[in-house]
């Protein structure tokens, strides 16, 4: 129950955010919280090069757990966020 529940609350709010989608902003933010560490959309992104326009923005499980962990504060994705959930590379070896 509590699984489907928080399941529903995520699909509401990347509903919500409809097309708001990370930006220099967010990758700067994730080399603040981890300076030595490279990002690229394709960590956050099941396409590797998503569109802005038209194109796929579909999260992978590292896109999808930043954007629960943002719901729980104002629903954007912040330093400290980025910071709770962990590296990319943390995240995969999950």
């Known amino acids: 129950m509590k699984k489907g529940m928080m399941t529903l609350i995520l699909l509401g ?27 690229k959309c394709g960590d956050c992104h099941v396409n590797a090069m ?4 038209g194109g796929k923005h579909e999260l992978n499980a590292y896109g999808k757990a930043l954007v629960e ?5 104002d629903g954007k994705v912040t330093v400290d966020t980025i910071k709770k959930v962990g590296k990319v590379e943390d995240f995969k070896k999950k």
């Open 13 to 39: 709010v990347v509903l919500w955010v409809g097309s708001a989608q990370a930006d220099m902003k967010e990758m700067n933010f994730y080399k603040e919280a981890f300076p030595d560490a490279k990002i």
């Open 50 to 53: 998503p569109k802005k326009e």
């Open 69 to 73: 962990e943002a719901a729980k504060t």
